[in-house]
């Protein structure tokens, strides 16, 4: 069965760091770019980062730039975001998802396996 988790959400307080986890499970990871999306309240799901099967990572959110790294291990069939700098604006439910193709997309339709969310809550 394939399967996508992520892991590692919860409440944080501004400023502040978290660091996600995604594993993929019935399939291996590394000939594939993984990506992190999020979605807040009332809006529609935006990809963040994304991470190729070389390792290249793409940043398609300019508000993560400098506070937030995708990275990759593929012998825990892994991927990573670290958030740091935190802020209330970045409060949303955080997905992984797994595209067939070795390269990264800049569109959410372009993924093809999905994990079910993990809600990160920034807040004071």
């Known amino acids: 069965q394939l399967q996508v988790v992520e892991s590692g959400g919860g409440l944080v307080q501004p400023g502040g760091s978290l660091r996600l986890t995604c594993t993929a499970s019935?399939?291996?990871?590394?000939?594939?770019?993984i990506g992190w999306f999020r979605q807040a309240p009332g809006k529609d799901r935006e990809i963040i980062l994304c991470i190729s099967n070389s390792g290249e990572t793409t940043t398609y959110t300019d508000s993560v730039n400098g506070r937030f790294t995708i990275s990759r291990d593929n012998a825990k069939n892994t991927v990573y975001l670290q958030m740091n700098s935190l802020t209330p604006e970045d409060t949303a439910v955080y997905y992984c998802a797994v595209d067939d193709e070795y390269y990264c997309s800049g569109y959410v339709w372009g993924y093809d396996y999905w994990g079910q969310g993990t809600q990160v809550t920034v807040s004071s």
């Open positions: 019935g399939f291996t990871v590394d000939n594939r770019a």
